[in-house]
């Protein structure tokens, strides 16, 4: 199984010992059951089996002490790396493809998968324990009549088949509660991120509650309940084959004078000793059915815990960007039935240090999608991006991306500031908090922002901190001045942008404030996924290209 061979990649040690001693303990069980039907039966012997008994005993209780003691650790210690390997799978997937997983879909695997797959691991060992007392019983019943052995094998092969195809049933209604669980994910997204639109919106509100989260829970209800029926009649089924088996010792085989009292003793002892551990073991196979359909789920949506782990190598401090350069760059977007996708490219451009270059274009004409091709969120589907002559591979994407400070259209704003040195942050914070007009809002305390609590515009500011912080070479800013009044939005493009670049830096604007577009040293407008135009700005003398040139620039760019 998956989940046992998860275990055994990431706890070999200590899984193996708690293994260990769960059979040291399953099998003293055993023995401990067959002295105390000789004791029964011999009183002559009952010195030696009464050391014996205390032998056992020990075993038992102390190896039952230790393993309980090591499954503490180990379950925990588990559970952390699974957090662990489940948000360094995230981080390690490319951004396209967790965009086209949905953040529902990991949200659930990262809270209910984890929870349910904790839970799996946590009942392996106790199940090693119970499966290794049941197996040392067998061994015994089998060396005290091996026609009553075979009696209860060939019953429990037959039992055994029949509670397979229930729980086979009850894994198909489990797969089909989880994928329900991740469109309910996304309507508890939608709660908490449209409340404002719910609240407005009567209608709307009765009709979200009853259909999208009322709908969605009563689908998981049916295929919970639809599971469980499953469990409960293999659970009745289990039941009735124990006292079958029970009942054909009792009545049916002394009747046919095979089996002496002696040995129908130690199975009728035996078969009541061993109804806990089964129980406790058909109890824990829906935990690890559960389980099994987490780790699948992880699987199908590309997360998954088998792979290997691939390590990037180690980040080197950014280099100097000499030049950035696109060869017939191409990006892609699948179509579905209800849109026929969307192509970015051919992109031929240079983008040359220091340089400040405007993007203009209109709503869907791949501006976004530009950004995060430029910033090495996403790959190019044909062509090459260089640096520096060099071109960029999946193996140095990673470094590649260390080039950049952006801030996105959608960005998101963190309360501390992350992978800072505490003298980077002191020492330039309050200049720039006071260069951004934040100070009177916002301190710093070690590398926590005092407040987030701010409007969109303000929040869009102490983003645009992180990246002055970081010092890369290159900045790339998404519709940054969009949320900014009028006044900030001038000393943005008058001020802020500007003394960027006479620090040497190379800016990329993503804008629509066509007022400012003299301020750039180079403006691409995109339309339809193409460069469609190119111009220098009028500051530099050049003015707007002629009719020729701009069929020249269309051609290269």
Not at 506 to 518: K, L
Request: charged share 20%; hydrophobic share 45%.
């Amino acid at each position: 199984m998956k989940l046992l061979l998860y275990l055994l990649r990431t706890s070999t040690r200590n899984l193996l010992l708690v293994a260990a001693l769960g059979i040291a303990g399953g099998l003293a069980s055993a023995g401990l059951v067959a002295i105390v039907n000789h004791a029964l039966h011999n009183a002559a012997a009952r010195g030696v089996l009464l050391l014996a008994f205390a032998g056992l005993a020990g075993v038992k209780i102390g190896s039952s002490l230790t393993s309980n003691l090591l499954l503490v650790r180990l379950a925990q210690k588990t559970v952390l790396d699974l957090c662990d390997e489940l948000c360094q799978r995230v981080t390690a997937t490319s951004l396209r493809q967790l965009e086209q997983i949905g953040s529902p879909r990991i949200l659930a695997c990262l809270t209910e998968d984890v929870a349910v797959l904790s839970a799996a691991i946590q009942a392996i060992p106790s199940l090693t324990v119970n499966a290794a007392v049941l197996a040392g019983c067998a061994i015994y019943l089998a060396w005290v009549s091996w026609v009553a052995s075979t009696t209860m094998l060939v019953l429990v092969g037959l039992g055994a088949l029949c509670y397979k195809v229930l729980l086979a049933r009850a894994y198909t209604a489990i797969q089909l509660a989880r994928n329900g669980r991740d469109t309910l994910f996304g309507h508890f997204r939608a709660l908490t991120e449209g409340i404002k639109e719910l609240k407005l919106n009567r209608q709307r509100r009765e009709v979200f509650l009853r259909e999208e989260i009322g709908g969605t829970a009563e689908y998981l209800r049916h295929q919970n309940v639809a599971a469980m029926n499953q469990y409960t009649l293999a659970d009745g089924w289990s039941q009735s084959m124990f006292y079958l088996l029970l009942g054909l010792l009792l009545f049916a085989l002394p009747g046919l004078g095979r089996i002496s009292l002696d040995a129908l003793t130690a199975y009728v002892f035996t078969a009541l000793y061993t109804m806990t551990p089964m129980w406790s073991i058909i109890g824990a196979l829906p935990v690890l059915n559960r389980g099994q359909a987490a780790l699948e789920r992880l699987e199908k949506i590309g997360l998954s815990l088998e792979a290997d782990r691939q390590h990037p190598a180690p980040i080197e401090s950014c280099c100097d960007m000499n030049r950035l350069e696109f060869r017939d760059v191409f990006f892609c977007y699948e179509g579905n039935q209800s849109s026929d996708g969307f192509m970015l490219g051919p992109l031929n451009l240079e983008i040359e240090p220091g340089e400040m270059v405007f993007i203009v274009g209109g709503n869907g004409s791949g501006k976004s999608t530009f950004v995060k091709l430029l910033t090495g969120l996403y790959a190019p589907q044909a062509g090459e991006v260089r640096v520096n002559g060099e071109l960029v591979t999946e193996e140095t994407r990673e470094q590649y991306r260390q080039l950049f400070s952006a801030v996105y259209s959608d960005f998101y704003l963190f309360d501390r500031l992350l992978g800072l040195s505490r003298s980077e942050v002191d020492a330039k914070a309050r200049e720039y908090l006071a260069a951004l007009e934040l100070s009177h809002k916002v301190r710093i305390e070690g590398s926590t922002l005092s407040t987030t609590a701010l409007s969109q515009g303000q929040r869009r500011r102490l983003a645009l901190l992180t990246a002055y912080l970081e010092d890369r070479p290159i900045y790339v800013l998404d519709e940054w001045a969009a949320d900014q009044d009028p006044t900030f939005r001038r000393i943005f493009y008058t001020q802020l942008l500007p003394d960027l670049k006479s620090r040497g830096k190379t800016v990329v604007v993503v804008t629509h404030d066509d007022r400012y577009f003299h301020l750039g040293d180079r403006i691409l407008k995109l339309d339809y996924g193409k460069v469609v135009d190119s111009w220098r700005s009028p500051v530099e003398g050049a003015g707007p290209v002629s009719s020729d040139e701009a069929g020249a620039c269309r051609t290269i760019c």
